[in-house]
């Protein structure tokens, strides 16, 4: 069923009818085959949207980890709830997706583990509202790598990368201010 979706161009129609076939059968297979769909439906802008959200949401970092990396069908909503309530691993994959909005990054960065935040940071398709950047510097304040990745923003606000550059160790600063000659 699933070479059948990928091979063609169907109507949403269509889409919704392989999606009730996938949709039962995902839920009898076994965790590889589960893993095996995962990674084909990621990628397909057509796959039924039901059975992403469903793969998504998964507690195997198997099956949800390319569901929410790469799949462009997921719903901001979709992206905010998993952030609220999975694993970090989940996190990691949604903050290494293509694009993340900034509604997602707030969340990225106030559950993240060290890990999430400094990938999610350094993700130039990631996108932060104004607190999201200043929950980063308060985070950074202890941490040289996040706050290094936090400067090399081309998106950070020029009063917060102030705040940041305030904030750093010498070291920090040095290395930000070598990077940004023009800000003192």
Not at 26 to 33: F, T
Not at 35 to 62: M, W, Y
């Amino acid at each position: 069923a699933t070479d059948l979706l990928i091979a063609g161009q169907y109507s949403d129609d269509q889409i919704w009818v392989f999606g009730e076939v996938i949709g039962r059968l995902a839920g009898e297979i076994e965790h590889a085959s589960r893993v095996q769909l995962a990674k084909r439906l990621a990628s397909i802008d057509q796959a039924p949207t039901r059975i992403l959200d469903e793969l998504a949401f998964d507690d195997s970092i198997e099956i949800a980890g390319p569901i929410l990396q790469q799949s462009q069908s997921l719903t901001t909503d979709i992206l905010i709830e998993n952030a609220r309530s999975k694993s970090q691993q989940h996190l990691l994959a949604i903050s290494n997706r293509k694009s993340v909005p900034s509604e997602v990054t707030d969340i990225l960065v106030v559950r993240g583990d060290r890990g999430v935040v400094n990938a999610v940071t350094k993700n130039s398709g990631a996108a932060f509202s104004d607190p999201g950047f200043l929950h980063l510097v308060r985070r950074s304040e202890n941490d040289s790598i996040l706050a290094v990745n936090l400067g090399r923003r081309t998106d950070i606000p020029r009063h917060i990368f102030q705040q940041l550059i305030a904030k750093a160790s010498d070291e920090v600063k040095q290395k930000l201010q070598s990077e940004h000659p023009k800000v003192k």
